[in-house]
């Protein structure tokens, strides 16, 4: 909690403890997955305590959406649609954005031998989402649902952290959420490589014609998210300034979008393009 000082509750899994009806008035939060020790009251669990996984997150903040929520939920639907990705097991509007789960059927332990492949993945799950990547550890908090978020700009009608929707049957096998993340796996693998910063007028339009013409290559016959994502990453690699990559990727957004509801419009390619840029 945040009440003043922080302040962390460790108990076992098997004997949840109830929350003070006084602490939903401040920032409360719980630890995504469950640690292997009690810290003490100053501390809470890092990567390297915890325990095992329940699942992944995904977590998605208004201000990175033109439409705010309603933009993030047309962006998870649309993934979830023309993507096939898996629908998340509850969502929660955390007040400034949602936060989404995806539960495994079973937990999964951690140990020094698969650790680093657990991280890897979580990191390449908030990427093939499209979600902030700035939340991605495994020691994540996220915000207790039924607490308000009661930071100063929301007051004085400080929102209830809530449910969206939840299913809590809805399990998925890990291997299977780990072949969805695939892609963005391998491509972390790839070591990158130096940014080329063209020289002249000519080798910049040169490189971006070449750049967003692969692209809509690509994009038009699938994947158009995850192509978006690469033409972004690839514009900043070659030096091309958020300004210039900000007609790029709305031109890639116009050529591979088409018209109606299974469009991809230009705010999920500036979504992506701040993601990128920072």
Known sequence: TERGRGESLWFPT????P?????RHGHLYFGVHPGAENRGPKCRATIATVAAINGLYAEFDAKDFEQGKEGIAAHVETLW???RLPWPSDIVDSGGGWHCHWLINKPFPLGDINREDIRRLQWAWVKTWGADDGAKDLARVLRVPGSYNVKPHYAPDYPQVHFVEANFQRLYDLADLVAEA???LEAMKQPAPPPVVPQTTGEIVGTTETLLRGAVRQGISGKRNAVGYWLAKKLREHGISSIGADSIMRDYARQVGGSGPEAYCEREALATLRSVYG
């Open 14 to 17: 098997s004997k949840p403890a």
């Open 19 to 23: 929350v003070p009806e006084s602490w």
């Open 81 to 83: 649609r023309d993507e």
């Open 182 to 184: 695939t892609p963005q």
